[in-house]
């Protein structure tokens, strides 16, 4: 993912808008981590430093003092009810909001500002060799599952083996497995019976 605002971004006048997609299915949290610098007479604003989406980021323990505020570096902050995600990407917008201590005449830059965001995705639930439908098989080429009547597979393209096992348990975690694989790909325990 593209960062918002990469390592030392320099800002200018402020308000600082950025328009970003989020494309992430099964979020369970989202973390929103943060370094400002100020370069010259000017700070975080204290009452609203960050907007997402119009609505304002509630950054703990936030000094109130303007002069506390030209240097501020925060992790993990949970913004997971104001960013929005979707499998095809939703758009949020950024804005940081900044002050100065006294007119600004200069364009200059006033800051740098690195920000990003951490999605913390849910796990994929095991599908156990009961719940697997019986009219599909795992192409031996790529680990694909495709229907017992395919004779190509639809996903690599390749000639799909005829005959032999369908699928293996895991020995752990009862995981649907292609017969070639050495490692579960849900619990990652190594399975029996593989050549190295």
């Known amino acids: 993912m593209r960062e918002p605002w990469p390592k030392d971004t320099e800002l200018e006048d402020p308000p600082k808008r950025r328009r970003i997609k989020f494309a992430y299915e099964d979020v369970e949290k989202i973390l929103l981590s943060f370094r400002f610098k100020a370069h010259s007479e000017a700070f975080l604003d204290p009452a609203v430093p960050f907007e997402i989406n119009g609505e304002p980021v509630e950054i703990p323990e936030l000094p109130e003092n303007p002069d506390l505020l030209t240097f501020v ?25 900044i002050h100065y201590k006294k007119h600004r005449w200069s364009s200059t830059p006033i800051g740098t500002l690195h920000l990003f965001f951490k999605f913390i995705l849910g796990e994929k639930v095991a599908t156990p060799m009961a719940e697997v439908p019986r009219d599909i098989k795992f192409c ?53 019976g593989q050549t190295p």
């Open 73 to 97: 570096d925060k992790t993990d902050i949970d913004v997971s009810n104001l960013v929005k995600v979707s499998k095809e990407g939703e758009p949020n917008i950024i804005a940081v909001n």
């Open 140 to 192: 031996m080429n790529c680990g694909k599952t495709i229907p017992t009547s395919s004779v190509y597979c639809q996903f690599c393209g390749l000639q799909a083996p005829t005959g032999g096992t369908m699928f293996k348990e895991c020995r752990n975690c009862q995981m649907a497995l292609p017969p070639p694989a050495r490692f579960c790909k849900n619990c990652g325990v190594e399975q029996p």
